[in-house]
């Protein structure tokens, strides 16, 4: 029986030890496989499938030889799952960017595709979609729909190989009920990829359904449930039917919802876990009450140039899905809300910056950080009127451990910091203020979008190479947990590899002597 399980059966062909590169060895293979389906659509549809058949065989070829090759690493410490996710990241950017080069475009253009592709933020270079192969364009939203399971993996596969994961699964799922969760990680992640493949598929045939178009309804279904907002579309979803855009929104918020609720619901058959979760009725009012106060200040802009109250129906459905859009950091768009007033794009910022629910595909801060946050300045004034009394920060009649609250604060800091050094380097390349904020906080949120010259309907093609890649940087650093990747700039990280890199070699050197 021992020899018929799957991982001591693999570990018969290994010969190194190395989690890093085991790790690395099967994404290579997985997107060598991915490489396959828009390749086989090429040849369908008679585009050249080149792009994609070329590399998917090598890569195939050599990441299963690196899988078979080495077995996991005998000791491992915090260090290791760090450069594990470094890995997992870039070579999932570096990889996702060949069908861009072998089509044509430049390496820095192809890279950005590819990373705005997997970190799910759906900002582009590209000027017009319909100039580039269907298949291309597939691979696009492939890339971000991959990007919402890689979060998964990250988060409850790798980390808890290091004792991390437990910590970061429940700030991921603040607030979502969690606490008492006890599925094992490894299991949480099948499950939770499960949830997520579904709730694709059922997107996928409504929008069939409703008549639109195979790749258009493939493409949204992969890049509304991610958040990733990824169309073959020069202008999102304006000119849309009403119902298409009602199911987009509709999975736009199922996306940026906690997918332990999601997990909740189907594995109980029982739709009351969402009525009874707090977070959530929390975050349906705060889209309500923005689409309002968005609705007015639109109103206002728009009675300017004679807007008729007859109207007023057609404006408010475009104001709530903007809310949900850019709250749910989707970044979709059914108007260009780059021409509004100072005050409407300011509320979309705030929008931008708190995302939706922690544990989501969504970016930004995270709706139940905010919550926490808010719980904690409350208490402080409470201190202040009775400087004895001790309170502790409460979610849903819970209480939150103080490093929690630590972290949430710490978090919300790193976001602030790295958004005003983003915008202060935009500004000083000579961009104006509006484009460097949009650009700025579209790339931290994983939103995709700005304002000004770089909003919906606009690209990042004008932008200089070096801009560029401050804004992968910036896209990456917001598709991760932010404390995470801004510790791989931090010497005490780099002394710990080099550590970590010699004991791994003293530990070798006996085990070979023995």
């Given at each position: 029986?021992?020899?018929?399980?799957?991982d001591?059966?693999?570990?018969?062909?290994?010969?190194?030890?190395?989690?890093?590169?085991?790790?690395?060895?099967?994404?290579?293979?997985?997107?060598?496989?991915?490489?396959?389906?828009?390749?086989?659509?090429?040849?369908?549809?008679?585009?050249?499938?080149?792009?994609?058949?070329?590399?998917?065989?090598?890569?195939?070829?050599?990441?299963?030889?690196?899988?078979?090759?080495?077995?996991?690493?005998?000791?491992?410490?915090?260090?290791?799952?760090?450069?594990?996710?470094?890995v997992?990241?870039?070579?999932?950017?570096?990889?996702?960017?060949?069908?861009?080069?072998?089509?044509?475009?430049?390496?820095?253009?192809?890279?950005?595709?590819?990373?705005?592709g997997?970190?799910t933020?759906?900002?582009?270079?590209?000027?017009?979609?319909?100039?580039?192969?269907?298949?291309?364009?597939?691979?696009?939203?492939?890339t971000?729909?991959?990007?919402?399971?890689?979060?998964?993996?990250?988060?409850?596969?790798?980390?808890?190989?290091?004792?991390?994961?437990?910590?970061?699964?429940?700030?991921?799922?603040?607030?979502?009920?969690?606490?008492?969760?006890?599925?094992?990680?490894?299991?949480?992640?099948?499950?939770?990829?499960?949830?997520?493949?579904?709730?694709?598929?059922?997107?996928?045939?409504?929008?069939?359904?409703?008549?639109?178009?195979?790749?258009?309804?493939?493409?949204?279904?992969?890049?509304?449930?991610?958040?990733?907002?990824?169309?073959?579309?020069?202008?999102?979803?304006?000119?849309?039917?009403?119902?298409?855009?009602?199911?987009?929104?509709?999975?736009?918020?199922i996306?940026?919802?906690?997918?332990?609720l999601?997990?909740?619901a189907i594995?109980?058959?029982?739709?009351?876990?969402?009525?009874?979760?707090?977070?959530l009725?929390?975050l349906?009012?705060?889209?309500?009450?923005?689409?309002?106060?968005?609705?007015?200040?639109?109103?206002?802009?728009?009675s300017?140039?004679?807007?008729?109250?007859?109207?007023?129906?057609?404006?408010?459905?475009?104001?709530?899905?903007?809310?949900?859009?850019?709250?749910?950091?989707?970044?979709?768009?059914?108007?260009?809300?780059?021409?509004?007033?100072?005050?409407?794009?300011?509320?979309?910022?705030?929008?931008?910056?708190?995302?939706?629910?922690?544990?989501?595909?969504?970016?930004?801060?995270k709706?139940?950080?905010?919550?926490?946050?808010?719980?904690?300045?409350?208490?402080?004034?409470?201190?202040?009127?009775?400087?004895?009394?001790?309170?502790?920060?409460?979610?849903?009649?819970?209480?939150?451990?103080d490093?929690?609250?630590?972290?949430?604060?710490?978090?919300?800091?790193?976001?602030?910091?790295?958004?005003?050094?983003?915008?202060?380097?935009?500004?000083?390349?000579?961009?104006?203020?509006?484009?460097?904020?949009?650009?700025?906080?579209?790339?931290?949120?994983?939103?995709?979008?700005g304002?000004?010259?770089?909003?919906?309907l606009?690209?990042?093609?004008?932008?200089?190479?070096?801009?560029?890649?401050?804004?992968?940087?910036?896209?990456?650093?917001?598709r991760?947990?932010?404390?995470?990747?801004?510790?791989?700039?931090?010497?005490?990280f780099?002394?710990?590899?080099?550590?970590?890199?010699?004991?791994?070699?003293?530990?070798?050197?006996?085990?070979?002597?023995?």
């Amino acid at each position: 029986m021992a020899f018929l399980n799957k991982d001591r059966l693999i570990d018969r062909f290994a010969v190194y030890r190395s989690t890093e590169m085991r790790l690395l060895g099967g994404i290579l293979a997985i997107l060598g496989l991915m490489f396959l389906v828009p390749g086989t659509y090429a040849l369908i549809f008679n585009e050249n499938p080149d792009p994609f058949f070329y590399p998917a065989i090598p890569l195939i070829t050599t990441g299963t030889v690196l899988f078979l090759l080495f077995s996991a690493s005998d000791s491992l410490r915090t260090v290791n799952g760090l450069i594990m996710i470094a890995v997992t990241w870039f070579a999932m950017f570096f990889v996702g960017s060949i069908p861009y080069l072998m089509v044509g475009m430049t390496p820095v253009n192809a890279l950005f595709e590819s990373v705005n592709g997997f970190t799910t933020s759906g900002s582009t270079t590209v000027d017009s979609v319909f100039y580039w192969p269907e298949s291309l364009m597939l691979w696009r939203a492939m890339t971000a729909w991959l990007g919402g399971i890689a979060i998964v993996i990250i988060f409850i596969y790798i980390l808890p190989l290091f004792g991390m994961g437990r910590i970061f699964f429940n700030n991921e799922l603040e607030g979502s009920g969690s606490s008492n969760y006890s599925m094992k990680l490894q299991t949480a992640a099948s499950s939770f990829i499960t949830v997520y493949v579904v709730l694709t598929v059922i997107n996928f045939v409504l929008l069939m359904l409703l008549n639109a178009p195979f790749l258009d309804s493939l493409c949204m279904s992969l890049t509304t449930i991610s958040t990733g907002g990824i169309l073959i579309s020069d202008t999102s979803l304006i000119g849309t039917t009403w119902s298409i855009q009602l199911v987009t929104m509709i999975f736009m918020f199922i996306g940026g919802t906690n997918f332990y609720l999601h997990f909740k619901a189907i594995s109980t058959r029982s739709f009351k876990i969402y009525l009874r979760n707090k977070e959530l009725r929390n975050l349906i009012i705060y889209f309500f009450l923005a689409s309002i106060i968005l609705f007015i200040f639109r109103v206002g802009d728009l009675s300017s140039i004679g807007l008729h109250p007859e109207n007023y129906l057609t404006e408010y459905w475009d104001t709530l899905f903007t809310v949900v859009s850019i709250g749910t950091t989707t970044g979709l768009a059914v108007y260009d809300f780059t021409q509004s007033s100072e005050i409407v794009i300011a509320i979309l910022i705030v929008l931008m910056m708190i995302g939706a629910s922690a544990g989501s595909t969504s970016g930004g801060i995270k709706f139940s950080r905010i919550r926490i946050i808010i719980g904690f300045f409350r208490n402080s004034l409470l201190n202040i009127l009775h400087p004895n009394a001790v309170y502790s920060v409460k979610v849903d009649n819970e209480d939150v451990p103080d490093s929690r609250v630590i972290g949430a604060v710490s978090t919300v800091l790193l976001y602030m910091i790295t958004v005003v050094i983003g915008i202060i380097i935009l500004m000083s390349a000579g961009l104006e203020w509006v484009d460097a904020i949009g650009l700025a906080i579209g790339s931290v949120t994983n939103t995709g979008v700005g304002f000004g010259n770089y909003g919906p309907l606009g690209n990042y093609d004008s932008l200089g190479e070096p801009l560029k890649i401050v804004l992968m940087f910036l896209m990456w650093i917001g598709r991760l947990e932010i404390s995470i990747a801004l510790v791989f700039f931090t010497p005490s990280f780099w002394r710990e590899v080099k550590y970590s890199f010699r004991s791994s070699r003293k530990y070798r050197k006996v085990r070979n002597d023995q």
